[in-house]
């Protein structure tokens, strides 16, 4: 069974600072697909990146790039000159293809001002 | 483009009573997916129907079931409600699985479910 670990709970950066959140996953398939989903306090989730795994390149999203790390199912996601409105939980996320999701537990990111 | 709707945002329900919830995808969306969301155990998934097929169960006892209609759209039950089912439910649409398609899941805001 697939499996998605978060190690930080939460975390706390000065806004403009450099943040990484961590994850690793756990799968036997040889491509799936990888997310960082973001839950501000709305609850609304919105995807702030995508991976596929058989790119070896890794996302970039303008502030937002990830460490994808294939042989050693890492997938860390780096946020760059933090903003206040980068606060808000974030999951990590893998689909396989059956389209099913597994989260992790998430790391509440706080950015102060 | 519409996103995910569910409805309602907000129910309190009584222990051993028995709630709907519901869910429209986005548009031209076959697969829907249901979640549990608690401080506790995080975001845990329920199951995942694609055209009107249950694909995919999670580890919930048998009183959480779901179907999916011809438009896609999608309701989940819980009967005998407890209050540790007590938690944000939502519900994410997505496209088939394809490779280099970019699939996501796209959520709706949720349903928060309190029972008391």
């Known amino acids: 069974a697939q499996t998605v670990t978060q190690s930080q709970p939460e975390m706390s950066v000065q806004e403009a600072e450099t943040v990484t959140l961590s994850c690793t996953y756990d799968?036997?398939?040889?491509?799936?697909?990888l997310f960082w989903y973001k839950q501000p306090p709305s609850r609304q989730m919105i995807l702030v990146i995508r991976q596929e795994a058989y790119k070896q390149q890794n996302a970039t999203e303008n502030r937002f790039s990830v460490n994808f790390q294939k042989a050693a199912k890492s997938f860390s996601l780096k946020i760059s000159d933090s903003q206040l409105g980068d606060t808000a939980m974030y999951f990590c996320a893998f689909m396989n293809r059956d389209d099913k999701i597994i989260f992790g537990k998430g790391t509440r990111l706080h950015i102060l001002p | 483009k519409a996103g995910v709707t569910q409805t309602p945002r907000y129910l309190i329900k009584t222990r051993g009573q028995q709630v709907t919830l519901s869910c429209s995808p986005i548009s031209g969306h076959r697969s829907v997916s249901w979640y549990q969301q608690t401080p506790g155990q995080g975001l845990q998934f329920l199951f995942e129907?694609?055209?009107?097929?249950?694909?995919n169960k999670g580890n919930f006892p048998g009183r959480f079931s779901g179907r999916q209609f011809s438009n896609s759209r999608s309701e989940m039950n819980v009967s005998t409600l407890e209050l540790g089912d007590s938690a944000l439910y939502l519900c994410a649409s997505s496209l088939e699985w394809a490779e280099g398609l970019n699939t996501e899941a796209f959520f709706g805001q949720g349903t928060r479910l309190t029972v008391v």
């Open positions: 129907y694609f055209s009107e097929t249950q694909r």
């Open positions: 799968t036997s398939e040889s491509n799936y697909y």
